[in-house]
């Protein structure tokens, strides 16, 4: 008798689990996100831009996801440029679809640049989409006599960073390098707004990878006087807003100096992306990228972005995932060119 109810009670704990993943496989929008609690890992400080970026994003993407509006919990967990937080969303977080990772994409690069540390493959997340672009530019002040970009094969460019594993120091580094300009990176700054501070009062005399949302819409005042110009754009292609502002990746003379040029700067195309960690079902996958693709046709979010002077250019998760394997198919060769480049 007791061995046929340990029969029947295995059964049935069978056709439950059975059960639980039949629906986790086939769910839609309204069967998985109904009444759901989604924790969204940030990858940075509070705070800073991608942790903004999202947190004004999150109520109209529960929208998206589900009329009841699943509630989606922030968290922050900021180190190594979302390393920490990659590695997290990777290896422990769960893979029932009920967190995804909002991460800064200079930490796709990491697994090639430090794999004993960087325990992921980024083409096995499961990619959602990304919210816009990040286009990074160099800046230079009025009165470094810096007026366009060619000038800085002839003239040094003072610039700051806040240290050499900041974007700031590292694509000057790069540049330098594999095109023979010449800026030099002076580091310690706290951040973007120091970095600008100190280009005001004659610190420094430009900044060698400054976010142009960031700094158009903190320091607007500057750019529409010309006390500040954006001279170049980083990045593999231009931004509306900077139709007459050349492209680095140009001057690159060889197939190696644009490959090196696409390690470093795809980022900025992926922009601010969303993920969940690999193994999700794969239906609820597509009902995340479903609904990311509502939310960034919906002129309620576009509105509010808007409003607050950030940009909605998405890409979704097809194109997103490509660019991320085209980082990581980077020929090893130029990765190592470029890690000593860095100081890697």
Known sequence: MRSKLRACLFLTTLAALGAQHASATSATPNDFFAGRQIRVIIGTDAGGAYDVYTRLMAPH???????????????????????????????????????????????????????????????????????????????????????????????ELVTGSTGAAAFASMLPRLVNSVIGTRMKVIE???????????????????????SYTGTKNSFPQLLETGKIKVIAQYGLSGNKELADVPLIINFAKTDEEREAFRLMLSGQEVGRPYMTPPG??????????????????????????TKHRLVVDPLDAEKTLAIVASVMNTSPAVVQKVKKILGR
């Open 280 to 305: 999700v079902p794969p239906a609820v996958l597509a009902a995340y990228q479903v609904a990311f693709q509502r939310l960034v046709n919906d002129e309620t979010f576009r509105t509010e972005m």
């Open 61 to 155: 993407f529960a929208r998206a996801l589900h009329p009841t509006q699943p509630t989606l919990v922030l968290q922050n967990m900021a180190g190594a440029g979302s390393m920490v937080a990659m590695n997290y969303l990777y290896n422990v977080a769960p893979k029932d679809g009920t967190v995804i990772g909002a991460m800064n994409p200079a930490a796709l690069v990491e697994p090639l640049f430090n794999p004993d540390h960087a325990k992921y493959d980024p083409r096995k997340f499961g990619w959602i989409g990304s919210g816009a672009r990040d286009t990074e530019v160099i800046l230079a002040t009025d009165v470094s006599g810096v007026t366009k970009f060619d000038d800085l094969f002839q003239k």
């Open 188 to 210: 310690g700054y706290k951040g973007a707004s120091a970095i600008i501070l100190a280009m005001t009062n004659g610190e420094v005399a430009g900044y060698g990878s400054a």
